[in-house]
């Protein structure tokens, strides 16, 4: 039972095979069993699942229930809920009850789904391996020695060890693609303002974007059914009109032009990522698709131009961590500068604070022009390279990441190392795109997974590419030995 | 040497708005502490800002009052800085892209001229919140319900040249966003408030001196009295030879003096950037239309108008327009008065403001109506009683005693006009003031004119003030010169 | 570009974040790192590209002036560090 797709699990919901509480159960005694050794989550609400499966069984015996009433699901711990804790993985908000919802929380709470817990991140989302959480690293399920990528890992580790049937993630730079790519799973990242960021603690506002980490393309449209949409409390939200994503899942790809940027293929990445990305591009052309070369230019620059934009912003953003109103507060501060200088130097961990101290640079007096002015007129040529991309295909494939999961402590004390592992993401970010990981492959038995980006509110073509190529390919239903 | 000083200003004016600039919570003053701040307002982690449309809408009204331009494209942007008031650590403010761009204003100066000051820009941002320094004990308490308030801030050129201007200018913008009633204007609240930037140099030079800027001035008074302190103290530094130093000073008014702050963040560095919460915010021409056509009438149109159908003098004029209330009294009052202007104007400007002044009351508190004031101005022109009486009158009905016509008729004050009651009057004092009647019979005629004073008085004494004194004076010439 | 010690100071305190003395080497030798990445960008010449600050070219949407929040305060402070009276507490802020 815990390895079936949300498809599956809502089908067998309707048809009353199993009740809400008794999956529900499953997968808490899963987590409880497995936490220990992965580190996925930081809190598992077991009274609060079950007293809404219970609620969820009520609604579908009453009939009153949507697709995914009664399915049990984890949230990364970045988005507030109320009278839960919500950490950010930070020792700033180690003490933090959430006092309301957040948007995406409150639509699936709408929907009757059944939230397990919250899943262990990097330490505000800032990492790529999460091992900047305060609660400790998370380790990947295909090989414990090694990383389940992030900021999103827990999310990503839970969904691929089977500890939940989906998760949420945010992705900032990657964070949802690159450790679902690392774990094995789907995500998807949706076009910047398709998902309310509302009580999603901000990151980097301009770049931050919730969406679905799945075993399933199709699970994945599930889930951006129920969390899509204009929010009145985000301004930043699209008013675009939201499609029904599973709408398009079985259409044919024939047709289908493709486009690889050269820049993902050359020096850099790893030989045996390029054999099983072209493999994966060739699943695609027997259905039909055809492939191009096509050029992004000014993808070398998008990570020097996302480590200033993104630092600025998370500077700003985390002002408000100041020890007053709530989250950690240091001990017996002798003077006001003492309160905040402590608070905030004991709260945050170390790669937050090299952030915020980039970002409070970047910003200051006499280098705003040279650096923030200048990431963003970056930016614009970015978001060009792509608009003239998209005149000549319709989706741009490549991969996730440069290499698979790696081993704890590789990168840590070597920022810049890590960050330029996000070469293939953080371009989608700057340029506010949809873009999809899918599973493609292992080398030495750890995943790999393959990159699809579509222009903006394209995410039903990538969920139906996806799905199409979740058809021809088993990739997904892959799942590490010992938690099968 | 010669000094010429040189002042600008930065008027912060509350917007009156239901709710906050960028959330639900609502503005009202007074409230318990934090009871109206919302989770936006406290800068709760995950919150989001939302713009609130009436302030935009408030903010252009004010550009289109002051013929500035309004961009067809708003920016708002961060202006970071750690205080215990400012919850999320910035504040959201304007930097590049203000909602209204360069403006002007015309004040009126002591000898009747007028002169035209710029207004560089207003820029809408939230106010902070209140930091309580008394009650707990060694700590600081902070009330945020006035986080998040709307604030349109007013920056003036460097257009003022002494302290007077400044406050001419500061009543004008206070006039102008009453008018919008886009303000209270309220300055005991703290609605209404302004930094003033101070300089000296010496007279025709083209250069600027250094300036400080004086900090969170709340009253007319106080603004006038903190630049003055502020020039001497200036010109005092410069003549002994020593320099200005650029920074924030705090006007003391107890003390009568100004003195330098410790800055907010010793390294002023506010890294400004725009919000990315936010997006650009768009302006349609029709919407600025739209604000157009229901623009109210504005101070200097309503004095002009003032002089012109109601031939009132200028000063008069000027006083009835400073501010909408008095200009909405006025005219109800000529109204009720069957039209009557100039006793309208004098009794406004005269009995009432004295009374409200005395009683530290706005005119909208007044307990005579503009229509009482009027109805007893009506009798004042039917001759019912006179403007002596009518000062009688005027003292009852402030102390809540009726209308007009009731007090006149229950203090029995009707004039009395029947010449045959006043010549019987004017027998009797003749007749008991010999004396008096022969210095008045045998001095010259051009002081005859002073010395009928005693008689009038003497009647209308007599008459309880009631006699009609034209009749009275008539009576007695013709009997004295007889 | 390589930040010294006195900088690496100056940006912390603007950040108000306490650094151990002992570490700021590290933070010096870090955020330099970091900056000499953030530098390839001089590599592309932008004169005449305008900046974005969003990835989608859209407006605001306003809110009407209406209240929509209702007293919370109990709620808000119920985890707050220090309160007393309503009020959220600090050490004594000098003017």
Known sequence: MHQSTLTQLSTALKEKKVSSEELTQLYLDRCKNFNEALNCFITINEDVALE????????????????????????????????????????????????????????????????????????????????TSFYGPVKNPWDSDHVPGGSSGGSASAVAARLCPAATGTDTGGSIRQPASLCGITGLKPTYGRVSRYGMIAFASSLDQGGPMTQTAEDAALIMNVIAGFDKRDSTSAE??????????????????????????????????????????????????????????????????????????????LSRFDGVRFGYRCEEPKDLPDLYCRSRGEGFGKEVKRRIMIGTYVLSAGYYDAYYLKAQQIRHLIRDDFQNAFKDVDVIAGPTATGTAFKLNEKLNDPVSMYLSDIYTVSVNLAGLPAISVPAGFIENLPVGMQLIGNYFEESRLLNIAHQYQQVTDWHKQVPKEYK | MEWETVIGLEIHTQLATESKIFSGAATAYGAEPNVQACAVDLGLPG???????????????????????IPERSIFARKNYFYPDLPKGYQISQFELPIVSKGHIDIQLEDGSSKTIGVTRAHLEEDAGKSMHEGFGKLTGIDLNRAGTPLLEIVSEPDMRNAKEAVAYMKKIH??????????????????????????????????????????????????QAINYEIERQIDVLEEGSEI???????????????????????????????????????????????????????????????????????????????????????????????????????????????????????????????????????????????????????AMWNGEGDADSIIENKGLKQVTDTSAIEKLVDDVIANSPDQVKQYQESPPEKQGKLIGYFVGQVMKQSQGKANPKQVNELLKQKLNS | MSLDKSE?????????????????????????????????????????????????????RLRSDNVTETNQRDHFQKHAPLTEDGCYLVPKVIE
């Open chain 2, 245 to 395: 130093v650029q920074e924030t000073r705090l006007y003391d008014p107890n003390k009568n003096e100004t003195r330098s702050m410790r800055s907010k963040e010793e390294a002023n560095d506010y890294r400004y950037f725009p919000d990315p919460d936010l997006l650009p915010v768009q302006i349609e021409q029709s919407l600025i239309d739209e604000i157009k056509s229901h623009l109210p009438e504005l101070p200097d149109a309503k004095k002009q108008r003032f002089i012109e159908s109601f031939k009132l003098s200028d000063d008069d004029a000027t006083l009835l327009t400073s501010q909408k209330e008095i200009a909405d009294f006025f005219e109800a009052c000529v109204d009720a008065a069957g039209g009557e202007t100039k006793l309208s104007a004098n009794w406004i400007t005269g009995e009432l403001t004295a009374n409200l002044n005395k009683e530290n009351m706005d005119i909208t508190d007044s307990p005579v109506t503009a229509e009482m004031l009027g109805s007893m101005i009506k009798r004042i022109q039917d001759n019912t009683i006179s403007g002596k009486i009518a000062k009688q009158v005027f003292e």
């Open chain 1, 52 to 131: 809404n499966a219970r609620t969820a069984d009520k609604k579908i015996a009453e009939g009153k229930n949507t697709d995914l009433t009664g399915i049990p699901f984890a949230h990364k711990d970045i988005f507030c809920t109320n009278g839960i804790k919500t950490s950010c993985g930070s020792k700033m908000l180690d003490n933090f009850i959430a006092p309301y919802d957040a948007t995406v929380v409150e639509k699936m709470n709408d929907a009757g789904m059944v939230m397990l817990g919250k899943t262990n991140m990097d330490e505000f989302a800032m990492g790529s391996s999460n091992e």
């Open chain 2, 175 to 224: 006039s102008i966003v009453r008018y919008l009633e886009i303000s209270d204007g309220n300055m005991q609240e703290g609605s209404f408030r302004c930094d003033a930037n101070v300089s000296v140099r010496p007279k025709g030079q083209d250069e600027f001196g250094t300036r400080t800027e004086l900090k969170n001035i709340n009253s007319f008074r106080f603004v006038e």
């Open chain 2, 47 to 69: 919150v989001l800002p939302v713009i609130n449309e009436q302030a935009i809408q408030m903010a252009i009204k004010f550009g289109l009052a002051i013929e500035a331009e």
């Open chain 3, 8 to 60: 690496v100071q100056k940006i912390a305190w603007l950040a108000r974040l306490s650094i151990d003395e002992q570490d700021i080497p590290n933070y010096s030798d870090e955020l330099s790192n970091i900056l000499d990445l953030v530098d390839r960008m001089n590599s592309v010449d932008t004169k005449g590209v305008s900046p974005i600050a969003h990835p989608l070219d859209l407006v605001a």
């Open chain 1, 240 to 317: 675009h009109p939201v499609d029904d994503y599973t709408f398009r899942l079985n259409d044919s790809i024939e047709g289908l032009k493709i486009g690889l940027p050269k820049e993902y293929f050359g020096e850099g990445l790893d030989s045996n990522i390029a054999k099983i990305i072209e493999d994966g591009i060739k699943e695609l052309e027997k259905l039909g698709a055809s492939c191009k070369e096509i050029e992004l230019p000014n993808t070398d620059l998008s990570i020097p131009a996302y480590y200033v934009v993104a630092p600025a912003e998370c500077s700003s953003n």
